[in-house]
């Protein structure tokens, strides 16, 4: 009798077991990942990083969630390599605006869905110039090729000489509105929300994983906006500068020295710089201090200088947004100083 009672509550255990294991056959895994705001090498790494965790866990799909105004064109690249090599598969869900390097994020994806009042397009290169307009264009077809998108009408949205008859004439950007997108292929369907989407695309009794970003990755995404980072820049310089003028050691030193800190921590976190540039930098700053102690400006106030700049410009994800930050800086630096 006690043997059949051990046998019974095996056998009841296995059932719980077997039927656990079906429910979770069932309820499989949807990734979402949202591509929100400006596009940097932090997003990047946070789609990188939700994409690889999506594979691990033997994701059914991969839903990335776009509201974008663009950003940088590398970092956008690099995204859309990410989503093009995985083999999961993906559905971009324009939710608002997929503008100029969000452009290429969305048309990476497999399917494409997009809200009643979205609007995709105007990836028109900065700066303006033939040879950065022919790259970016092309590098747009390519995409659109390979994901089965209309490739000049996706170039068209980059390059102002393409004509597309009854859309678009020369010497304009092409943007399209959700039913446009939907009426020339772009998109595949319009929805209103995630859950709507999920049952369009037969994706039913399945789990879905909002994929956050961790602190770092916040941090990293905040420092390396580049509206944040020029501020970050200023209070800096300020702090520093404003340390070196003054006798002993107060409150701008600690400033300065935090901003940076922020400055390059961020853009280390974000995989942008490495930890080299923080030495070049740390030299510069010691040379420049050598600088005061010794009557004329000699090779040590140039050599930091030079260090010193190129530290910072090296820091930055591109040339364009470095020299603008940094005037951006020097100017704010040189008002706050001299009041």
Known sequence: MKSYKIITFILVLLTLFNLQSVAFAKN???YTIHVNGVIDNGLYNFVKRGIREAEENHAKALIF?????????????????????????????????????????????????VSPTAAIGAAETRPKEEKYISAWAAQLRSVAEKTGRNKELVAAMADEDIVIEGLKEKGKILSLTSNEALEWGIADEIVENIDELLKSQNLYDVSVRVHKPNSAEKFAQFITNPFISPIILTIGIVGVVTEILTPGFGL???LGILAFTFFFGGNILAGITSYWVILLFVLGIILLTVEIFIPGFGVFGIFG????????IIAFPSIEQALISIIFAILASGITIFL
């Open 28 to 30: 499989e895994l949807v």
């Open 65 to 113: 969630e776009i509201n974008t105004p663009g950003g940088e064109i590398k970092a956008a690249s690099n995204i859309s390599n990410a989503i093009l090599n995985t083999d999961i598969p993906t559905i971009a869900y324009v939710n608002n605006e997929a503008l100029s390097a969000g452009v290429i994020v969305a048309i990476s994806c497999q399917t494409i869905a």
């Open 252 to 254: 701008p030193g600690l």
């Open 305 to 312: 200088i030079i260090l010193t700049f190129t530290s910072i």
